[in-house]
């Protein structure tokens, strides 16, 4: 089903940065990687966009970027340390934390990734696919997250 809403607006905590996003919008994918689990605090729950449907409206100067693997980087505000974006150089798309953006967002959870290695404090007990760490539920060999 289509989400009810073209566009969607976010920022962060102190609200430095503003952005827009324009549908459409994957469904939400919630990490449970190491990786996610540090930078955010505790998991993270990411819709995402191509880039040209992503609009930043506000706070160039204070939107950083932390490169966490080869292959990744994670966008934050260097004033209030939130979390928000997520992304591979060059391919075309960006990942936005869900909990950034206006409510109600009309976007729903398709899914739960690196679940085989999430930390022991809690359970994930939605209905929604469960893999061990990528999209296939048996490959291990892809291991590291980014
Ligand atoms: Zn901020
Ligand atoms: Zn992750």
Redesign the pocket.
Known sequence: MPNPKDELSG???????RFAIKAPFRPVIQCHCGQCARWTGHYVAATQVATEQFKLIN?SD?LAWYRSSNRAERGF??????SMFWRRPDDGRISILAGTLERPTGLKTSHHIFVAVKSDYYDVRDTTPCYDRWMEKTDTAKGEAD
């Open positions: 920022g962060c905590l102190c609200g430095a940065v706070g204070h505000c260097s004033k209030c340390g939130s």
